[in-house]
């Protein structure tokens, strides 16, 4: 490979979730593909990260691979209980009888992001699709006809179509000149998983904590996922977050929000200031590159948007290439690259107003937001929408991304 170029229809450079699934996706509609990956394959990839999985995830999953969303149900929990507390106050708990509802595919699945990553990978081997591990893209040359892309190893790929799925500090993005625009939370966050104690285990309820007076006033929101608990610890800012991660005053941490049978049970803990960002396009000037996933944009994970939104974006990329590579005229083809940037860049400037709204709402101090939240606290006794507001308004809006053409109506 390294001598000739080799010629494939469709490459896909990355083996996160989002390439993983456009690989899939492309499959699924009979278009061959190859993914590209930096990693080795014995990579470890650390921490749970996405663990909350959206019902239209699981549909999507479904079916480009039957049985793949059912996969990721079985190993993944839904939890019945969302409950919100204020200083230590319970002001909004709701249980629900069937909280996944009725059909094969629940509303939501709550499993770590490895997991998933797992069920990917072994998707692709049964249905054939190679990853080329060990394989940096390192250049990428767009024209008229295709896409040249050369490895930090000197192999060489020609092919038709590019899918850009390398994660946050994307090659692909750069090699096509395009860039991020956006802001960065001012407050850090500190993520932490923390194993569950199988002989006692807690509830299975979703926990929200404003000012959680055992850690010092700070916001806490706790998430059950199969074998552990997701603890997000939102930072003030006078706080050095790399005193809160170290073994002694994390552990006190978590012995206060999870009890004393967790304190040395943490397998994972980092500290993040989150972007909200978008690619300012979300594809190259030839329509042969298509950007999905963190290639394309990064969200605060308030709401769950990250994975979520990769995963739509690699199946619309598939589809947008499986017509494209089938047009009897380039104009046709090009308008369909187009479409999915025009759609997924509207997706995605609406998910991250989503989470930005959700970010907004943690970690505005103004009078204005803090007289809010405390009224809507004192309250939430006697008038449950206030309550749930409380409970609701840290995940940011309900509903999904507005569906999008390049018409002009
Ligand atoms: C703490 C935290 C919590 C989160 N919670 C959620 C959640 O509950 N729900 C949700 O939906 N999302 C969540 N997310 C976001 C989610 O983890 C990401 O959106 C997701 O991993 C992005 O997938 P991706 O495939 O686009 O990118 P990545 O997972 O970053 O994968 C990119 C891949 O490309 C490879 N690569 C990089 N450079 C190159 C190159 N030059 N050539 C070839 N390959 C390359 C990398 O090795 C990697 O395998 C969370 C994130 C964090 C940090």
Redesign the pocket.
Known sequence: MSEKAEKSPVVV????????TAALALRARGVPTTI????SED?NRD?T??????GS?LRTLERIDPGLGKRLVERGLVWPTRRTLWRGEEVFSRTYDDPGGSGDIPHFTSLP?TDTETFLRDALEENGVEIQWD????RVESGPDGVRLE?AGGDVWETEYLVG????????RNEIGVDFRGSQSENSFV?VDVEETPENPLPNERVFHYEHPGVGGRNVLVVPFTGGWRVDIQCKESDDPDRLCSEEVLGEMIARILGERYRSRVSWV?E?KFKQVTANSFVDDHRRVLL????AHLFA?YG???????VADADEAASAIAVANRAETEPVARAEVELYAARRQKAAEFNKDAAGQALKHLRDDSIVTRTKKAAAAKLADYWEDAGEWLDDAPYGPHGSPPITSIGQY
Do not use: F, L, W
């Open positions: 450079a990355g083996a996160g979730p989002t390439g993983m590209v990956e930096a990693d990579r921490g990260r996405a663990i909350y999985v959206h995830t992001q394989s940096a893209v390192e490895t799925a390398d994660g946050a500090g994307s090659t692909v993520i980092s993040y999905a996933g963190e290639a994970p769950a948007r990250g994975m979520n939104s990769g």
